[in-house]
């Protein structure tokens, strides 16, 4: 991600300074900002130096020098892949919109933290399948979507039973994972080591 360093109102050579010692700390992609045009060349000048590409915007008196060694985009995908953790040989099945019986209420909370602890530990499984009213949790289940989209980065597939969206009427509101069918959700589940029930 890039950074962003103010040095308005700072005279040369402190924003020459300040980009030097973001580029000695391993910054490759970072904006200084200065409201005067000397400012503006003399950074031009020390990227050219470094070997750094400069890309300046003006706006409201003010100018953002953007610094970058690389390509920014390149880097966060590969760190999205390298922050992934192996998946599990495991799929969890999700046939209702509620974790137990009982309390409606509590019962989609409990849905909303299950996701949740999932997404923050360090064993994901391969495949999560929405069946039947377990559909209602990645298209209304709003708390539960952020937990589940999480999971979706970190590689774990979520499937969505098609015929299930539609007898409920949710197919516009799907909000995460892909829509699937039964020919699909059962070869999943006969090719994972176990199948987990919620």
């Known amino acids: 991600m890039s950074k962003n360093i103010d040095a308005r109102g700072k005279n040369c050579p402190m924003p020459v300074i300040m980009a030097k010692k973001e580029i000695e700390q391993g910054g490759k992609f970072f904006t200084v900002q200065v409201d005067n045009k000397i400012a503006v060349e003399n950074l031009k000048k020390f990227a050219n130096s470094q070997g750094y590409e400069i890309n300046v915007e003006e706006a409201n008196g003010d100018f953002n020098v953007k610094f970058s060694n690389g390509c920014e985009e390149c880097e966060e995908i590969l760190a999205k892949v390298e922050n992934k953790k192996p998946l599990g040989d495991w799929?969890?099945?999700?046939?209702?919109?509620?974790?137990?019986?009982?309390?409606?209420e509590?019962?989609?909370s409990l849905m909303k933290m299950f996701f949740y602890t999932l997404s923050e530990g360090s064993d994901y499984p391969k495949h999560i399948l929405f069946m039947n009213d377990g559909v209602k949790v990645p298209t209304l289940n709003d708390q539960a979507i952020e937990h589940l989209k999480a999971l979706e980065e970190?590689?774990?597939q979520l499937l969505v039973c098609g015929a299930c969206l539609n007898f409920y009427s949710l197919e516009e509101k799907l909000s995460v994972g892909k829509v699937s069918n039964m020919y699909e959700i059962v070869d999943v589940m006969k090719s994972a080591a176990k199948v987990i029930t919620l």
């Open 91 to 104: 799929c969890i099945f999700v046939n209702k919109n509620t974790i137990g019986v009982g309390n409606e």
């Open 106 to 108: 509590l019962g989609q």
């Open 154 to 156: 970190m590689g774990v």
